[in-house]
């Protein structure tokens, strides 16, 4: 079992920056995938970035250039670095774990909410334009 657990969010203006960190319990936390979603009001949950098994990582288009995803296997812990805030930006952010296998690196599982085993509360994100 993996329990996920975010923290980081808040209210920032537009152009600000963010670092949200998911830490995750047990000893398996580097064979997994982390992914990071976000649901805005009235929206879906859409996909925003992974950080593979491997440390490779894969973004949402929205975000290119803008947000780093990262994660520190000796912490438990992967991250979300939000630059360039904007308004749009403004959601609850979720951390997701998935143990993929030999489609560890595999963007297709990574944009799908049903490859990822875990998921932790959310944190809020609010950008104030």
């Known amino acids: 079992q993996v329990q996920l657990v975010e923290s980081g969010g808040g209210l920032v203006q537009a152009g600000g920056s963010l670092r949200l960190s998911c830490a995750a319990s047990?000893?398996?936390?580097?064979?997994?995938?982390m992914g990071w979603f976000r649901q805005a009001p009235g929206k879906e949950r859409e996909f925003v970035a992974c950080?593979?098994?491997?440390?490779?990582?894969y973004y949402a288009e929205s975000v290119k250039g803008r947000f780093t995803v990262s994660r520190d296997n000796a912490k438990n812990t992967a991250y979300l670095q939000m630059n360039s805030l904007k308004a749009e930006d403004t959601a609850v952010y979720y951390c997701a774990a998935g143990n993929w296998g030999i489609y560890s690196s595999s963007s297709a599982y990574a944009r799908s909410e049903e490859r990822y085993n875990y998921w932790g509360q959310g944190t809020q994100v609010t950008v104030s334009s």
């Open positions: 950080v593979f098994w491997s440390g490779g990582t």
């Open positions: 047990g000893r398996t936390f580097s064979s997994y995938a």
